[in-house]
């Protein structure tokens, strides 16, 4: 497990962008797969992507996916969610998370599988 810190949050138009990062530590960051999550006021806390730990691959939620994008810097420990074309339902605090890499599968996007978590940080986008 790391530590992860997430920034990058704001207001935003709908149809505007945004780049959110989680900032981790160690020289073991690469061993971990690391995913996004958001949980909007009221709702459970939904997977949004998931990245393995080399980079080579990701995942998206149907909601999300052709809109963000999910990437690393493994030389920074560092994951990135650029979000485009953002829609008011984007609303939400998001986190990132880490567990043991492996391979994406739909099955294991939930919370219980994950480890460390960040804090949040929380996007808001108007119409």
């Known amino acids: 497990q790391v530590q992860l810190v997430e920034s990058g949050g704001g207001l935003v138009q709908a149809g505007g962008s945004l780049r959110l990062s989680c900032a981790g530590s160690g020289r073991t960051f690469s061993n971990y797969m690391m995913a996004w999550f958001r949980q909007a006021p009221g709702k459970e806390r939904d997977f949004v992507a998931a990245i393995t730990g080399s980079g080579r691959a990701t995942y998206y939620a149907d909601s999300v996916k052709g809109r963000f994008t999910i990437s690393r810097d493994n030389a920074k420990s560092t994951v990135y969610l650029q979000m485009n074309s953002l829609k008011p339902e984007d609303t939400a605090v998001y986190y990132c998370?880490?567990?043991?890499?492996?391979?994406?599968?739909?099955?294991?996007?939930?919370?219980?599988?994950?480890?460390?978590w960040g804090q949040g940080t929380q996007v808001t986008v108007s119409s």
């Open positions: 998370a880490d567990r043991t890499d492996g391979p994406l599968l739909r099955a294991w996007f939930r919370p219980t599988y994950f480890g460390s």
